[in-house]
Each structure stands twice: as structure tokens, then as C-alpha cells.
């Protein structure tokens, strides 16, 4: 009998050492982001959010009694060099979910990657193609361009302005948004006058800019990320066209002011997250709290201001931590956990996905703001 009990003893201490030593283990997340190249300013503020707050989380014990680590590789923002780099993440680094990336373009090029290796993706680009149809590894936090589109379209409609000139960037991102604008503008009986695109390093866009101005739009729509859209706005304050300029939420952040200059951006409007804005916003605003202290947390870390891009890995982040909070730590527990997620208060809005809605946002993810003075105001 005796001997009965130091067996079972020294099983239920194997099993209690077992327990122990899982729940001490290491979640490794992957990151894929454009830290350097034409796309920094997405990716460079995404790698420092997500380290930002795996240290956080770490500092307080970790996830579930498991210790965070982020794996994190620099794309450069070139598709072909994500493709291979998320194959390193899950096949050298063992990584359960990988973070980005940061580019629709590249996320695009991995989502096969994801797809075959049943290893969730969580993008921080906005091109609606990534999530529809949906895939059922793959989800995205920034808001879908149509979203963004329909934002500004409304806004438009409110101000009589029927006629609209495009201006999109021949890019991944450039490519969805004008595609949903044009779809939208047909629905909502607008018209479309003007059908002008650019390159990606295009660094002069007068002549474009010459035959909008010809045709007399009610409101010029431009469509990419930056430098593109702050050449743009220089170029329109040049040649002394006084008509609205509309940009997209690719250019949501001072990064944009500071690049087209403040007295050429003054006046130009786009949709953007409530962090550009959130201390205009009441104080009863259910993202208000969480956009105040990821500001000044950031600030403290970094010595300068959050940005919305910053938020779409933050997003990421609190996706990936509620799931493997609730559901557990590998790639198939995170997935449905992401999937499952509702109501989660986080930068770019509130999540509420499903099998069939892998961003899981609305139009209240945005708000109408415009340049004045220098910085951002809300447009009431």
C-alpha cells in the first residue's frame, strides 16, 4: 500500500511539475513590418507598439503564466522578401501567429504562406481583398477601404459635392481603394469625372493635377500612402486649385502634415481612427481611455506622439492576447479565439468578428478630420 501512494505521489508531482512547466512556457509571436524603406512610417511605429507592449505584458507575469516573445523581421515593405520571411517565422522560429504585414501588397503574397501552414495572420493593411471572401487564417485591423470610401462619400453628399476626380496610387493599397470608390460612387449616384492614377516613387504629379483642374470636379478623392498623397497636396497648392482635396486614411498620421508641409495640407480631409483626434472627443467615448494611455505610454517610450499605424499592431496585439487568453496559445486555439472576438474596445475601434467578418469594423471605426493649423481637427 505504501508503495501504491509513493507512486501515485510521484505521478501527481510529474503532473504538477508538467502543469508548472507548460504554464511557464514562451509564446512566440511573429511580426512581419516595413521597418525601413518607402513604407516606414506604417511599420516602423507597428515594431516599436508591438515591443512596447510584449514588455508590458511580460512585466506583468506574461499571459496565462506564459512568457511573450515577438519575433520580429523587416520587410522593407517588398512582398517577395515577406513571403520568405514568414516562412522563416514558421518554420525556423516556430511561431504561433504572425503580427503584419504592414502593406496590402505584401500581405497579399503571404497569405498563401499563412493559409498552407495553418498559421493565423493578423495584417495591418487595409486593402478589403485580404479578409473578402474571407480566409480562414487570415484577419486584418485596419478598417476596410470601402469603409474609409463610404465615410468620405457621405460626408460629400452632405456638401452637395456630386462630381469627384480620382487620384490613386497604382499600388496594392491604391488599387482597392479605387475600385471601391468607383463601386460606391455608382451606388450613391455620384459621378466620376476624372480617372487619374500614379507610381508608387512618382515624385511630380502636376500633370495629372492639370487636366483635374480642367474639368472642374466638386472634390478631388487621392488615394495611397505617403510621400505620394503630400507630393499631391503640394502640387495642388502650386498649381492654385482651390477644389476640396479628400485623402484616404493611408495618410492618417502627422507623418503626412509634416511631409506635404503645413500650409499645403491645410484644409485637406480624410477619414482617420479616433487616436488622431481622441482629446476632442467626450470623455464617455468607449475608446477614449485605452487612445489616452497607449498616447502617453508611447510618448514616454518613444518621445513622441502614437500614431494610427501604431494602433493597427496594437490592435493586433490586444486580438492575439484576448484569444489566447480565453482559448489558449496554439495557432488553431488563437484562430477561433480571434474569430470568436466581440466587443473588444481597442485603437481603430470595436471588434466584432465572425466566420464571415475577419476585420470585424464599421464606419463608427472612423471619423471625418481635417488639417488646420498645422495638426488635425474634427470636423463637426
Known sequence: MKKIF????????????????????????????????????????????????????????????????????????????????????????????????????ESMAVIPVAEKERIPLISCAAGIKITEPAKHWVFKTPANDHVAAEKILNYMAKHKQKSIALLTVTDGFGASGREQIKSLAKQKGFAIVADEVYGPKDTDMTSQLTKIRGIKPDAIICWGTNPGPAVITKNVKQLGIKTPLYMSHGVASKKFIELAGADSAEGVMLPAGKLAVYDMLPKNDPQYKLLKEYDLAYKKAYGTEASTFGGYAYDAWMLTSAAIKKSGATPEKIRNGIEQTQKLVSISGIFNMSARDHNGLDLSAFEMVKVSNGDWALIK
Not at 505521489?9 to 511557464?24: H, K, N, P, R
Not at 516602423?44 to 519575433?71: F, H, Q, R, S, Y
Open 6 to 105: 509513493a507512486v501515485c505521489g510521484m505521478v501527481c508531482t510529474l503532473l504538477m511539475y508538467a502543469t508548472m512547466s507548460f504554464a511557464s512556457g514562451t509564446v512566440k509571436i511573429g511580426a512581419l513590418f516595413a521597418v525601413t524603406g518607402p513604407a516606414s512610417f506604417l511599420g516602423e511605429p507597428e515594431k516599436k507598439t508591438l515591443e512596447l507592449l510584449v514588455k508590458e505584458a511580460n512585466d506583468k507575469g506574461g499571459i496565462n503564466g506564459m512568457k511573450l516573445e515577438a519575433v520580429i523581421y523587416d520587410t522593407t515593405g517588398d512582398a517577395t522578401k515577406a513571403v520568405q520571411l514568414a516562412t522563416k517565422l514558421i518554420k525556423d522560429d516556430k511561431v504561433s501567429i504572425i503580427i503584419g504585414p504592414s502593406t496590402t501588397g
